[in-house]
């Protein structure tokens, strides 16, 4: 149990191009989805806090036109980088906390891979 | 000061050994303590999962967590080459977001 999916699990994409990356709840409910990006040998860093039907919350220096983010349901999530550029490669990954009392931990996705050229 | 503290390693012990790693944290309001695994270009795996002070075991793993020290462990009997991986402590008060730990790299040797 406690299954989170992501997809694409690897993309390359042109520059000035938008990519979108879901985020899954396979067997349960969550609360709450969050999105991390993570550097080579460097720790997950915190880009974005969302709640099911409300506008997500950024951390500070995390442009929000840049990396919109959409919560629909229970189960879905998802992230999209626009008008993506080099700098952007990285690994994303998503997170969502299950429905339920005294749930503090999160469940991660295996992460997205984004390469853009 | 960190939040969270934690040896990055890396801890390298061979086949068969009791591994202990640890962290130590600041905030007397953390509740929820957790331990994940993460293998190279993979999301973290839960290992561990503590609600307050105590121990639990499940399997090969067993987490404590000393508030009172605001302290936790997670020690891994019996090693194995498999166990070679990033390990990462984390915490929150439950509503809010994780705090990690910088992570620990293991390396298990044959």
């Known amino acids: 149990g406690a299954v989170v999916s992501q997809h694409p699990s690897w993309v390359i994409c042109k520059s000035g191009t938008s990519v979108k990356i879901e985020c899954r709840s396979l067997?349960?409910?969550?609360?709450?989805m969050f999105w991390y990006r993570q550097f080579p040998k460097q720790s997950l860093m915190l880009m974005a806090t969302s709640n099911e039907g409300s506008k997500a919350t950024y951390e500070q220096g995390v442009e929000k036109d840049k990396f919109l983010i959409n919560h629909a349901s229970l189960t879905l999530s998802t992230l999209t980088v626009t008008s993506a550029h080099p700098e952007d490669s990285s690994f994303y990954i998503c997170?969502?906390?299950?429905?339920?009392?005294?749930?503090?931990?999160?469940?991660f996705g295996p992460g997205t891979r984004l390469t853009v050229l | 000061q960190k939040e969270v503290e934690q040896d990055p390693g890396p801890l390298s012990v061979p086949e068969g050994a009791i591994v202990s790693l640890n962290c130590t944290y600041s905030?007397?309001?953390?509740?929820?303590f957790m331990w994940y695994r993460q293998y190279s270009r993979k999301g973290p795996e839960l290992l561990m999962y503590t609600y307050s002070s105590g121990n639990k075991e499940d399997g090969r793993f067993t987490a404590q967590v000393d508030k009172s020290s605001k302290y936790i462990s997670l020690f891994i009997r019996d090693s194995q080459p498999s166990d070679s991986a990033t390990y990462l402590c984390?915490?929150?008060?439950?509503?809010?977001?994780?705090?990690f730990g910088t992570g620990t790299r293991l390396l298990v040797s044959p």
């Open positions: 067997d349960f409910q969550a609360t709450t």
């Open positions: 905030n007397s309001a953390f509740q929820y």
């Open positions: 984390a915490m929150n008060t439950g509503f809010q977001k994780l705090v």
């Open positions: 997170s969502a906390r299950p429905k339920r009392e005294h749930a503090g931990e999160q469940f």
